[in-house]
């Protein structure tokens, strides 16, 4: 399916917040975006409106359009949503799961598990798509919208630390532990490793801000 201008705009821009390219706080200039994407006014003011809506630019009136802050207290927060979001995920999962999502689930924590872990961009990458997998897995869409956005707002806090994050401290069994009480439908099993995995990269990160 091809993208509109603003959608690419708009991921691009994501993009760019999410791994810290554009830094909390800093100023957002449209007509540098415009140039730099090579698309006209309107695609990027759309991309700039959901950006705000995901909370992660802020419009101040007179002044401009800023990359939120981060905050310890948001880290915190997020926390405390997104762990009762990915349980409830894998818990719907483990009902709802395809033979075919199972297999790349499969694929996926087993590639994160034989990953170099002084790769951590490499980390990054295959945790998003096994989150993305799993959001998939409960075929509920107004789930999988809220889980995508606190998982990029976790996500962008990750790569504020990610220069001062020691690779063994990484724990690369965790997707394969939730990937195989997915698979014996144990959901008991399944929520506590998803919260023991978000609870551990809450205080890593947390110990790095």
Not at 33 to 44: A, K, S
Not at 100 to 123: C, H, I, N, P, V
Request: proline share 2%; hydrophobic share 40%.
């Amino acid at each position: 399916m091809n993208q509109t201008n603003a959608e690419q705009a708009y991921q691009e821009i994501k993009k760019r917040i999410i791994k810290t390219e554009l830094s909390p706080g800093a100023v957002i200039n449209e007509s540098d975006l415009m140039d730099e994407l090579g698309f006209g006014r309107t695609p990027v003011r759309e991309a700039l409106k959901r950006l705000q809506s995901d909370d992660l630019v802020v419009v101040k009136p007179r002044r401009g359009i800023f990359v939120s802050e981060l905050a310890i207290t948001d880290l915190t927060q997020i926390f405390e949503v997104r762990v009762e979001l990915e349980a409830l995920a894998v818990r719907l999962a483990c009902r709802r799961i395809s033979e075919s999502e199972l297999e790349r689930l499969e694929k996926l924590a087993e590639q994160y598990a034989k990953a170099d872990t002084s790769g951590k961009e490499e980390m990054i990458d295959l945790d998003g798509r096994f989150h993305n997998l799993l959001r998939e897995a409960t075929h509920n869409r107004f789930l999988i919208s809220n889980l995508e956005y606190y998982y990029n707002l976790s996500l962008r806090i990750w790569y504020l630390a990610l220069p001062r994050a020691a690779a063994e401290e990484i724990d690369v069994q965790a997707h394969c532990d939730i990937y195989e009480a997915i698979a014996a439908g144990d959901e008991a099993l399944a929520v506590e490793k998803i919260v023991k995995h978000i609870r551990d990269f809450h205080k890593r990160i947390k110990n790095y801000l």
